[in-house]
């Protein structure tokens, strides 16, 4: 139980491209979904928290025009990377958080392998 | 705000041998506390939590992790690794309040195991 799944696990795009990264909740309704980023060999930075009908809460420095998040639905939160760059390339995270069990837990997606040539 | 330490960025250890990585936190409130395990370019997964209760949680996998409050740490144990065991190992702490709060992760111990 609690499986987050990430789409697609890996892309190659040209710069000025956007990008758009889906993780869906797949045995679980997530209100709240959160975005991470990733550099070789470091710890995760949070991006922004998604919440289900209204509209995402960025964390200082990140561009929220360029950092696109829709949370549709209770199982679905999408990151668009929009006129993508070569320093955007990184690993994408994506966690959903549950209440399964009366336990408040974030389980996270596989992530996404994003280069921008 | 939180915050952890990873004071340890690489463990290597021999297989079959006992490990700890050590972790400790800074908060002004009370925390919950995890462990997560990332494979390589595979995404993070859960390997044991402390919410309330007995300090002392295990994992289905031999792993262990005591909270300490006095020592504001929360240390991840195992008396004996295996080769598959080699990954980054992340600690993340969030604050106890009425409301969710964010994870705040450490920078990673890669637990490297050789034969």
């Known amino acids: 139980g609690a499986v987050v799944s990430q789409h697609p696990s890996r892309v190659i795009c040209k710069s000025g491209t956007s990008v758009k990264i889906e993780c869906r909740s797949l045995d679980f309704q997530a209100t709240t979904m959160f975005w991470y980023r990733q550099f070789p060999k470091q710890s995760l930075m949070l991006m922004a928290t998604?919440?289900?009908?209204?509209?995402?809460?960025?964390e200082q420095g990140v561009e929220k025009d360029k950092f696109l998040i829709n949370h549709a639905s209770l199982t679905l939160s999408t990151l668009t990377v929009t006129s993508a760059h070569p320093e955007d390339s990184s690993f994408y995270i994506c966690s959903a958080r549950s209440r399964r069990g009366g336990t408040d837990t974030q389980y996270f997606g596989p992530g996404t392998r994003l280069t921008v040539l | 705000a939180q915050s952890v330490t990873q004071l340890d960025s690489q463990v290597p250890v021999f297989e079959e041998a006992p490990v700890e990585l050590r972790c400790n936190y800074s908060s002004s409130v009370s925390v919950y506390l995890f462990w997560y395990v990332q494979y390589p370019n595979q995404g993070l997964q859960l390997l044991l939590k402390y919410l309330s209760g007995s300090t002392l949680v295990k994992s289905i996998n031999g792993f262990e992790a005591e909270f300490n409050k006095s020592q504001t740490s929360f240390h991840l144990r195992k008396p004996s690794v295996h080769i598959s065991d080699t990954a980054e190992y992340f600690c993340a702490v969030s604050e106890k309040s009425s409301g969710y709060s964010t994870l705040t992760f450490g920078k990673g111990t890669m637990l490297l195991v050789s034969p």
């Open positions: 998604s919440n289900e009908g209204s509209k995402a809460t960025y």
